[in-house]
């Protein structure tokens, strides 16, 4: 028993697998290309966990963020990109951080408010944020200049990034 | 106080929400820049994330600060905390003794804490002799994104003192070097005793107890018997605690060292309870020196010692080792008429020019010597031939050995008691 395993947490590993499921499960709805490209992702993703590793739990990010790409150019639709990009976010948050709780804490502590309160914490912003984003959307589709909306997606992004802490 | 850093989780979604929006721009697709939207709540929130200074309070709690060898002893670790913001993650590692294995859960805890709320763990400890002190608990906290990190320690004070009781479980035969009291070895020196040694002539002033009657009705002539004469012995226990002891057949056996101390602690009372003045010396890179001497005093003395001492530490110390010096200062302290008892595994060459030069000294000496090599590989195999090797010399230069295999030290010198010649 004083041997640590230090490997992603199971909790944080089965819940991270869900998410990514839901993940596919959403993308489905509307486009099949984009779901199976997530679920590329939630391969890789699973490897991830299993090897233990961050580089490859970072492709896998990169390939969700792909898969949405493909959705949104596609015609996915507001609410179901929003749900998967959740859902995506999501499966990585909580994997990334249970590779990280295994490796301060090992496998055989239990963990599980731990990792619990990690994703409902995320899981809050998240949805808070993208019910804000789509009211936003649709109060504002109307015909405004693109050159607007670039602009101020750009004033908003240098705003945040410079945030103090 | 540590302050918090970046531990790097989120870097590059400032790239992403751009990309993503520069799609939709670029492609016209409104759905991308909601998701850009989503990035950018995400990055807001990674953004203001801070973390406090961690204010939180450790306790441990033993079930038995006071343990006996082999007992399991419970450890609650409890963790509060005290500041005004729940600590949404919280990792603890608690620092337990070196020498103390972990035989049930983990001594690791990881949390959310309410302001004021408490988590404990429970794991279970196997105590084994000594003084055990609790190292600092290193606490991990992150704020609810991840993406600083802060690094804590907290020291509590624990310590678990185990010392087991002596007892004499073998009788360990000693050599005829002895002091001038009375005692328990038979010596070779003629005089009063129990066994019979020689007849000598009568001398004015002999005992008439002594006096052999029978011969005098038989020849006329006063004669008189002698027995050898039995004597009080000088015992010092050497105990090798050099970092070349420190070996074990197995990664969770006992080491050369525990098993060594165990064979002295079980010859220290043994001795003392049969009239002879024993000491302790550690031979190794701490100092241990108890001179040779009796009664209860000594033997609780003796126990304290061979519990809490440093230099009896179930893990090797890292000080540094100067055979010579120590060589020369054990020889400065014993005295003439001392016998050693010296208890090694006879792991390298050393110890034996140890027990040989002790030897040549004029101090009697009896090895003791528990076998730490095992037969699993071929190198384990080639130790355990050269320190068979190294036991032949030692016999050769007539040290009594005592090869000390699994079985009880008794044992081992009931067949070793065999071999030896008065």
């Known amino acids: 028993m004083s041997e640590i395993t230090r490997q992603p947490t199971r909790p944080g590993t089965a819940m991270a697998l869900s998410a990514a499921g839901l993940s596919v499960l959403v993308l489905a709805v509307t486009s099949p290309a984009a779901a199976l490209l997530s679920l590329l992702a939630g391969i890789v993703l699973a490897g991830g966990l299993t090897r233990g590793s961050r580089r490859i739990l970072d492709a896998a990010g990169g390939i969700y963020v792909l898969a949405l790409l493909l959705g949104g150019l596609g015609d996915a639709g507001s609410e179901v990109l929003l749900l998967a990009a959740i859902a995506s976010i999501l499966a990585w948050d909580i994997a990334e951080n249970a590779l990280s709780v295994g490796d301060h804490l090992g496998r055989e502590t239990d963990t599980t408010r731990l990792e619990v309160v990690h994703a409902a914490t995320t899981l809050v912003v998240l949805t808070v944020g993208a019910g804000m984003v789509f009211a936003i959307g649709t109060a504002a589709s109307g015909g405004q200049p693109i050159t607007a909306v670039v602009l101020l997606l750009v004033g908003v992004i240098a705003l945040v990034a410079g945030l103090r802490r | 106080m540590t302050q918090g850093f970046d531990t790097e989780r989120w870097h590059g979604i400032e790239g992403l929400v751009l990309v993503s929006a520069a799609a939709g721009v670029f492609m016209r697709t409104p759905p991308l820049l909601l998701l850009a939207g989503l990035g950018i709540v995400l990055l807001g929130y990674v953004r203001i994330a801070t973390l406090d200074e961690v204010s939180i309070q450790v306790e441990r709690e033993l079930s038995d600060s006071t343990p006996d060898a082999d007992d399991e002893v419970t450890v609650t670790l409890r963790v509060t905390n005290e500041g005004t913001r729940t600590l949404f993650d919280l990792r603890l590692v608690d620092g337990v003794p070196p020498a103390l294995a972990v035989s049930d859960g983990t001594a690791r805890l990881g949390t959310a804490l309410r302001p004021g709320a408490t988590a404990s763990t429970t794991y279970t400890v196997t105590a084994i002799r000594g003084e055990h002190t609790w190292d600092e ?281 065999a071999g030896w010649s008065r």
């Not at chain 2, 624990?158 to 009781?165: K, L, S």
């Not at chain 2, 009568?202 to 039995?230: C, M």
Request: net charge negative; aromatic share 6%.
């Open chain 2, 137 to 417: 608990t290193v606490v991990v906290a992150r704020d609810p994104s991840g993406a600083i990190e802060r690094r804590e320690t907290f020291h509590t004070e624990t310590t678990m003192r185990c010392e087991p009781e002596l007892a004499a479980t073998a009788d360990l035969p000693l050599r005829g070097l002895t002091s001038q009291y009375t005692g328990r070895v038979e010596t070779d020196v003629p005089g009063s005793g129990l066994e019979f040694a020689s007849i000598r002539e009568y001398r004015h002033g002999d005992p008439i107890r002594r006096i052999d009657w029978n011969r005098r009705a038989r020849t006329g002539e006063l004669s008189t018997v002698q027995f050898r004469e039995e004597r009080a012995a000088t015992v010092v226990l050497v105990v090798d605690t050099r970092s070349e002891a420190h070996v074990a057949p197995a990664t969770d056996a006992e080491t050369a060292v525990e098993r060594c101390v165990d064979a002295a602690s079980i010859a220290f009372p043994a001795l003392l309870d049969s009239g002879d003045r024993v000491g302790v010396a550690a031979f190794g890179p701490e100092e241990c020196w108890l001179p040779p001497s009796g009664g209860g005093d000594h033997r609780a003395r003796a126990r304290r010692l061979f519990a809490t001492h440093s230099a009896f530490s179930p893990a090797p110390s890292d000080a540094a080792f100067f055979p010579s010096i120590a060589m020369r200062r054990l020889r400065r302290r014993l005295s003439s008429d001392a016998q050693v008892i010296f208890c090694s595994p006879l792991t390298d060459d050393y110890a034996v020019s140890v027990a040989r030069r002790l030897e040549a000294y004029g101090h009697a000496v009896t090895v003791v010597s528990p076998d730490p090599t095992s037969t699993e590989s071929l190198g384990a195999r080639l130790a355990r031939i050269e320190r068979d090797l190294r036991l032949r010399d030692l016999r050769r230069a007539g040290v009594r050995v005592v090869d000390w295999g699994d079985e009880p030290l008794g044992v081992s010198l009931e067949r070793a008691e």
